[in-house]
């Protein structure tokens, strides 16, 4: 069973951290995840770094370009994780844009990612139906999960479809835009929170983006299976550094 | 073989959606209405009526004698330099505008590269009293400041893209961006046949006018309605989507594209993407883009801010894919001796961008009794001061 | 009353032809021909060819429908700032070139104070391959800084004018003494209906394509072929002439001309002729034009340097004493701010010349019923920097 | 008798002189005058200053813009010749641009002339046409000769039509030009002065226009009545002062 799967089966409400690999540093990579294991993430998103993030904030997108600078590669991302198994038991997921998958080449990256032990990917510019028809059968062929996103502005219709083709969870971005950290949310968040949670989708929900602290990571649970922090966690790396991950990760639960 | 988009957005291999999820309310309802909305009769009756009392079209098809005679060819220039506006850009733009409008939109945002599609756009949201936002590169601000300045007196709002090389590309970005955090009220007026589909269709089908008139004006002159080649500037493609449009599935009109050599190809400062590019994703399009081996979208480099985009629209790498189009690409000195030899020879200075189209005649022979059109897609207005420092006037 | 010329060169009271001997040569060389010229059969082909495949006419007449709501009238645009080159200035260029040529002169200069004549004339000659002389005076040459890379790009030769206000009077006088030096060779091309006879009535001709087209778009779009007001901003007058010249006699067509007042008609520092001026002769015609009690021309002054000429050509001297038209002067301020007002509400950025006769909107009511023609005589591409800096943009 | 048909009835080649009223001071014009007979000079051309005289070259543009800035007027000219002809007895002409006449009015411009002892009217501005046809009466009313200029351009006809209207003498232009001194004549100029005298026109000639130094004044005089200079005498007032005028004279003939 994919660790993915595994992780929802137990009785809590799921913690994960988005980051870019490279970022502070080259090296941090390995570190990063150690730290926010012993911390007690439940799942990380391993973000591999692209020259045009289109779907992200401010944050996100200057935390790639400085990995890029520090020379991260799709690549060396692999190398970095050759042996992550050894230590990293908790579900981990590949979130990048498709070109560099492109240029790696789809099957030989699903390759190594089933190698590395990687669950799953995230790709924003992977749309479901082109997913759906061209990469599912390779995917699985790897053991790999694919998730996709859904918005407020998300016809029902299509979080059906995308339920359907889904395994894992459904990413449940919080509100239209791009990634970056938010103080609250509003009714606006929640009333769409409700209204997906009564939709009763066979695959878990997990909401992203604008996640920055322990009240709107309650209010996210709330209403779906976990939550994923992403720029506000790269905004504290920046500043805290990687050894004090733990204070992070304690002060949202 | 058929050069026309698909009913799946593709042309051949390149095209399609690749888009955030977050975007997929905005694009589908553009793509399940835009065909529904551009073949309304009041809606072609409001485009048309525009394009000739606003736009200024037809524009003439005017033949070169004194190029002509230089070259000892047929040389007709196909003066889109004549829109308001100064450029081909808008004819997207008038297209779209209306089309936002029947859309119930209420907030237009735009990239831009050489200020053109920045300005067309201000223009048209002017003319309708809409709001408008337009991003561009920090480095095209400072290159192309007098289009900065129309678009101010327009009313728009120019905001800076100051990420990656701070060109074309990056305002693309940030423009995605916007759409995705105003995903309700808002069209993005997308320049070029660039973009997730529908916009290289929509794009290429608003700038289609441009073979069109070509046709009925050739018939005209020549007594026969198509050239032997059509040849036009490459940057995302739209001018040359345009000329080529309604001759695209002839075989007997020969179809060059000029894309921006920069310092050379071999440089590692310039714009040729289909000699450099490779297959992948770029604004949501699968098309000819110039990457790293890493998939890293490579910062592009062209003396013209309207060429330095490092990926083509999808309907012209499936043109260079399937040989149907010669691609030559013209390096920054090359393109600015012909804006000066335009300007003193025909009395037209032209854009940078459009300047690199006519260098293709120092580079490949054409017979005497061949018609060329070139489009001459873009007047020099906006690089008055690019060409003064660079020649030394 | 007959307002065209008559067949002495004289408007009424105003016209003919005061120059030196030495011009005197030249001067009549054009007398003698010009009609006989222009009305040759070949001459009409070919200049009706260029305005229609180069200059890119017929320039629409564009009804400004957000404005016409605003002012609660019917406002139409006559768009000669879709012209090649930007404004009205070069359908007297091609018109002159081609004369020049059947009179075998191979060296062309002209005066210029906004550039845009200056522009129109490099332009022509570029085409013609002929080469190319133009004075502009040195504040000219900075405020108009656009259009003198402009002219540097087409090849023509720049010469500053370091006398009196250094504006377009100033340019004229060193023209007219470059023509006295050449008197065999070259043209001199008059970018207004100033000048001796038969420049005034020979420009008005050529610009009177304006008027023509009006006619028939007229009828084409209100079912008449006449409004019942016609309004242009007046420097020396050729684009005014233009719009007015197929309604000179039909009284139906009520005449508005907007001249520059500058910092005010009191001020000391204005260019409103018509308001201030008494009769006298510059340029080799007797009209209006402000000067001393001593006879001394004044240094006029507008923001605009195509308006900032002490005099107006003799059919507008003509039309003001007569009563037939209409006079009223509007202050730089308030042409700029119609500079904003025609960008934001229509998304046109005209010239400043342009938005002084706009400006009549503000100063004189029109009827619900009545149908307006502006001559929207030039873009505002030159004066980009001076909006900018005025507005702070 | 008129002065200059008097002067022209001598049995030598004129020497005539242009200056511009007011310049370099505004009180000039006096001194000048009497400077000009005492050194023996035949006649002098009194420039009316103009603001914009189009025929004229850089020099007497700028000696007109000076005197202009001096405070000289066409009232002024007049006040300071009012009792000129208590001391200076050759002929005097006033050379001016229409413009400022008419303003002053022209009836009012002659009588005034008249008054004084003006012998005669150069305005180049004022062909002859429209002298002919609109200001020849008057003129005469008040006893003013109108002298015309021809140049190497004028048809052959023009002239005869102008040697019909003029009295005094016909102002011969050296070449198509604006005023202006230069040093030599080429042989277009010895052609034209050939071929104007081999006319036998009833009117005499005088060349003007590019007369600077003796060997240029020679040349003239061969051909024809006489000669004036203008610009190159402006230069030396500027560089030498009144005072020394007798020295420039001297050095011509
Ligand atoms: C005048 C002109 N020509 C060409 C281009 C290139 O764009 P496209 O390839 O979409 O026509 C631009 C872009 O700004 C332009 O301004
Ligand atoms: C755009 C424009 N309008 C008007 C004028 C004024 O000239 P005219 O009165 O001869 O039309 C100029 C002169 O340069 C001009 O450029």
Not at chain 1, 111 to 139: A, M, R, T, W
Not at chain 2, 125 to 139: D, H, K, P, S, T
Not at chain 2, 356 to 361: I, M, Q
Request: aromatic share 10%; glycine share 8%.
């Amino acid at each position: 069973m994919n660790r993915i799967d595994k992780k929802f089966k137990e009785d809590k409400k799921l913690l994960s951290i988005y980051f870019s690999a490279g970022h502070p540093k080259l090296e941090d990579t390995l570190s990063i995840l150690e730290k926010l294991q012993s911390s007690g993430v439940d799942m990380v998103e391993i973000g591999l770094p692209f020259s045009d993030p289109l779907a992200d904030g401010p944050t996100i997108q200057k935390s790639s370009t400085q990995a890029l600078r520090n020379g991260m590669t799709t690549q060396k991302l692999f190398s970095q994780l050759e042996n992550v198994r050894e230590k990293i038991k908790i579900p981990l997921v590949i979130m990048g844009y498709l070109n560099p998958m492109m240029q790696y080449g789809i099957e030989k990256f699903c390759q190594n990612c089933q190698k590395i032990g990687i669950d799953g990917l995230i790709i924003p510019d992977l749309p479901v139906d082109v997913y759906h028809e061209n990469y599912q059968s390779l995917f699985e062929k790897y053991g790999l999960y694919n998730m996709f996103l859904i918005t407020p502005q998300t016809p029902e219709s299509r979080i059906n479809y995308i339920d359907k083709v889904s395994n894992g969870f459904i990413y449940m971005v919080s509100s239209a835009s791009v990634t970056g950290a938010k103080d609250k949310f509003g009714s606006p968040q929640t009333d769409y929170f409700n209204r997906i949670a009564k939709m009763k989708l066979s695959t878990p929900t997990v909401v992203g983006f604008g996640i920055s602290n322990s009240e709107t990571y309650l209010t996210a649970i709330k209403h779906s299976s976990g939550a994923i922090i992403g720029s506000a966690f790269i905004k504290f790396l920046e500043k805290e550094g990687v050894e004090n991950i733990s204070s992070f990760i304690s002060s949202i639960r | 073989m058929n050069y026309n988009v698909n009913e799946k957005g593709y042309y051949g291999d390149f095209g399609g959606a690749f888009i955030p999820e977050m975007l997929y309310p905005n694009v589908a309802e553009l793509r399940d209405n835009y065909l529904e909305i551009t073949g309304r009769a009041d809606f072609k009756k409001e485009f048309e009526n525009l394009l000739k009392v606003y736009v200024g079209r037809p524009t003439p098809l005017y033949f070169a004698s004194r190029l002509s005679e230089k070259y000892k060819t047929k040389i007709y220039l196909k003066r889109e330099d004549l829109c308001h506006t100064g450029a081909h850009k808008v004819n997207n733009t008038i297209g779209q505008i209306l089309l936002a409008k029947r859309l119930g939109k209420n907030r237009i945002i735009a990239e831009t590269g050489a200020g053109q599609h920045g300005v067309a756009t201000a223009t048209v949201c002017a003319l309708m009293g809409i709001e408008c936002i337009v991003y561009m590169g920090e480095l095209d601000i400072h290159r192309q400041a007098p289009n900065v300045a129309r678009m101010k007196m327009l009313g728009a709002e120019v905001r800076s893209a100051k990420s990656g090389s701070k060109t074309l590309k990056d305002a693309t970005n940030e423009a995605i961006r916007d759409w995705i955090n105003n995903p309700l009220d808002t069209h993005y007026i997308i320049g070029s046949v660039v973009g997730p589909h529908p916009y290289p269709d929509m794009v290429a089908r608003f700038q289609s006018v441009i073979s069109e008139e070509t046709k009925w004006q050739l018939e005209e002159q020549e007594g026969r309605d198509y050239p032997n080649h059509v040849i036009a500037c490459v940057g995302g493609g739209s001018n040359a989507a345009g000329l080529y449009y309604h001759y695209l599935n002839d075989e007997r009109v020969n179809i060059i594209a000029i894309e921006a050599a920069g310092k050379g190809i071999d440089s590692g400062q310039s714009a040729a993407t289909s000699a450099l590019g490779k297959e992948g994703i770029i604004h949501g399009s699968k098309t000819l883009l110039m990457q790293s081996s890493d998939g890293q979208i490579t910062e592009p480099y062209s003396i013209s801010a309207g060429l330095d985009y490092p990926g083509v629209g999808p309907m012209h790498a499936h043109l260079f894919r399937s040989k149907r189009a010669e691609f030559i690409s013209i390096p920054d000195q090359e393109a600015m001796d012909w804006g000066l030899t335009l300007s003193q020879t025909e009395g037209i200075i032209p854009a940078i961008e459009t300047a690199h189209a006519f260098a293709v005649l120092d580079v490949r022979k054409f017979g005497p009794e061949e018609i060329i059109v070139f489009n001459c897609s873009g007047r020099g207005d906006k690089d008055l001061s690019t060409y003064i420092d660079y020649f030394k006037l």
